[in-house]
């Protein structure tokens, strides 16, 4: 477990140890930290989008002492035969979880870096670029795992935020649905479960109805 | 405690939330404690408080640079935190990367604050930007008063 404070000391120090300037894109429950919806990770969930970039990361980190491990039984089996899986890295409790251009196949679009909420500097040596997705695009990714603990984020989410726009959401969704099949399937039976605690109108359920057929 | 969101007064706190000013001035020092409060105001003016159910965070950024030395000033497009040593310099290849035209327009402003002219070129040279940087110069020393750029860094 990592806290938010922890976190950004931690990237304050892998700036230090970069090699050359990089940027990349926070997910999961980094995300959630920096938007301050919780104070604490398992895993810190990072975007490269260039082997350069990644490797150049991993060059840093390993300069730390954190050592790479296997995913098994992190995540479920089917996910592990993708390509796009993460690498993985430990030290101690804390984990970095790194993906390259897309995350299980879901891919980080235009669309998704013109709605970034901030963008965190950290300037060491090197600087360290790291750009926070935005709170639709988070519950999206998280709605998409199938994962307990991604629900309970979801719930954490919806109950402090009242201001989210499940249009993008699922207009987000539509477009991943090229490359992700179930990608509607599983926003649908999400936003069923969260439907016993939140208000999600009708017409978000026909639209992905809709857009599912036409597929 | 009660959770109250939005723009407030105390007295607004109070009374939303059915309790005495003074108590309202407690609930408001919690929450400010917590991060969750940014005041305005103050002195002669009332104060205004905006409360959020989260933690604000506090920007020290582009924007902020920005519209501390600009006259024309911007509505962040997203929240730009820096951890580390924030430049002007830097805030100008910033600006010519966000590239729309408002943006552009306050950021030559930045110029009549510039101290280091070699950092400034390494960064444009960095992120292949030079002649950007250099129009953008043309224009703010056509408009405004500004420093003049060493005669090796002309293009």
């Known amino acids: 477990m990592i806290n938010t404070k922890d976190q950004e000391e931690l990237f304050e120090l892998v700036s230090k140890y970069l090699e050359a300037d990089i940027e990349c894109y926070a997910l999961g429950g980094t995300a959630m930290m920096f938007y301050g919806y919780k104070n604490t990770t398992k895993d810190i969930d990072l975007l490269f989008q260039t082997t350069k970039e990644i490797n150049t990361f991993i060059k840093a980190i390993k300069q730390l002492g954190y050592k790479e491990r296997s995913i098994k039984g992190i995540y479920p089996e089917k996910r592990l035969k993708l390509k796009s899986k993460p690498i993985m890295f430990t030290r101690g409790d804390e984990r970095f979880d790194l993906f390259l251009n897309n995350i299980f196949g879901f891919n980080i679009n235009e669309n998704i870096k013109e709605r970034c909420y901030s963008r965190q500097d950290f300037i060491g040596t090197k600087e360290l670029i790291i750009k926070i997705l935005s709170k639709e695009d988070i519950i999206l990714l998280k709605a998409i795992t199938g994962r307990e603990k991604d629900f309970e984020d979801i719930q954490t989410i919806i109950e402090q935020d009242k201001d989210i726009n499940w249009d993008v959401i699922i207009d987000e969704a539509i477009i991943q649905r090229k490359h992700k099949e179930w990608i509607l399937i599983d926003l649908e039976e999400t936003m069923k479960q969260l439907k016993k605690i939140t208000f999600l109108p009708s017409k978000l359920f026909k639209k992905i109805y809709a857009a599912e057929e036409k597929m | 405690m009660n959770v109250i969101t939005g723009t407030h007064t105390i007295e607004s706190v109070a009374k939303e939330l059915g309790i005495k000013k003074t108590s309202a001035i407690n609930v408001i020092s919690k929450l400010k404690k917590e991060g969750k409060v940014t005041v305005s105001g103050g002195g002669r003016q009332k104060r ?6 989260t933690q604000q965070m506090k920007t020290n950024g582009f924007y902020d640079l920005v519209n501390k030395y600009s006259k024309e000033k911007l509505v962040p497009s997203f929240k730009h935190v820096i951890h580390g040593r ?70």
């Open chain 2, 86 to 155: 924030y430049t002007i310099e830097q805030a100008i290849i910033d600006g010519i990367k966000i590239g729309d035209t408002r943006t552009m327009e306050a950021t030559t402003y930045l110029f009549k604050k510039i101290t280091n002219w070699k950092r400034l070129f390494n960064l444009a040279k960095k992120n292949k930007v030079e002649t950007q940087v250099y129009n953008l110069y043309s224009k703010a020393r056509k408009t405004m008063k500004c420093r003049r750029m060493p005669k090796r860094y002309e293009l």
């Open chain 2, 48 to 53: 205004i408080y905006k409360i959020s159910t």
